[in-house]
């Protein structure tokens, strides 16, 4: 650290030395290391444009314009967070102000000055008890869960869990059934047929009118496993996207992740839809307990019996007499709520990253 320096009124010191001095007598400086205060002051930025960010790439953000000039629509620029920003993280589905917003071909970098509020953010943790929370995409309103009859096997656990991050967050989710050309969905729909959830099922043969028309207008992001047809999928629903796409490991059963980061592509009916990366777990750590049960709406009526404060797996749980009169399918769902409440919850930081 450096040393205080002070300088001391020569005209003090000549007349009356024993007398006390007076602060205003003496100057002090400040040592060579000292940085000088920070102001709080930041600019207004009144000249800024807006965009929605739908690629994040090393610190590289690829940001759509929102303007209403005809030969700047469409126009996507890249920029950078500014430092007012600090460790504000920046997503794919983040609504941006940007200065220096060039759209005449110019290489320059914008700049990101402000993050506008998120009405909703996907959120994941590693596993149950990670204590670093992800945000894997913002400001969407609809999740579409993608999974596959066979090739591979459909992953009950990925899409409840999935249910639960979405109920949680206030987004609506949708079951999207890949290669019934492969293999009979009736199994998934008869598990999820009971929920108040729209389910469409697909294969390559037969384009997906009807859900290009619930993506009409939306912003919506595609979750599954590798392998079960994403990015087939968001090939069908966008012209041109080129989406890479890979094959099941026949030794694993599993898919390989071809899409390495999530990106935002517009529809040609309005709306976006946003793909991710394959996951391999999704962890609810962030989630509370009690919100757990949101996302099993046909336990309802059972839940009526249960007593005040009911956590739903001891013993005087009500569900465990009004179980034993209801079909097959909505057991396993009881199963599965009360695995997903067996792992312990843990408290998390957020850590505003893209997906892995």
Known sequence: MGVARCWINKSVTSKKTHERWDEDDVRIRPGRTKSRPRTKERPAHNDAE??????????????????????????????????ELGRKGIVVGDLVDLTGADTS??????RIVRR???????????????PVERIVVSNANQLAIVTATADPEPSYG???????????????????????????????????????????????????????????????????????????????????????TGHVNVVTGKGRHTSTSAVALELPTGGWIIDTPGIRSFGLAHVKAEHMIHAFPELEPGIEH???????????????VWIETQPVQIRERLLSLRRLLAQPAQPVAEESLPTE
């Open 116 to 130: 506008k509020e998120r009405t909703s953010t996907l959120r994941r943790t590693a596993d149950d008890v990670d």
């Open 105 to 110: 071909g110019t290489d320059d970098l914008a």
């Open 50 to 83: 807006g965009g929605m960010v739908i690629a994040v790439d090393r610190g590289r953000f690829t940001v759509a314009l929102d303007t209403e000039d005809e030969l700047a629509n469409g126009k996507q620029i890249y920029a950078i967070k500014a430092r």
């Open 306 to 320: 249960c007593p005040r404060s009911c956590s739903h797996d001891e013993p005087d749980c009500g569900l465990n």
């Open 158 to 244: 990925l899409i409840d869990r999935a249910l639960v991050a979405a109920f949680d967050e206030g987004i609506q989710p949708m079951l999207v059934i890949t290669k019934t050309d492969i293999a009979s969905a009736d199994a998934l729909l008869a598990m999820y047929g009971p929920l108040d959830l729209p389910v469409f099922t697909i294969n390559n043969r037969i384009p997906p009118t009807e859900l290009l028309e619930a993506l009409r207008n939306q912003v919506t992001v595609v979750l599954g496993h590798s392998g079960v047809g994403k990015s087939t999928l968001v090939n069908a629903i966008v012209p041109g996207s080129v989406r890479s």
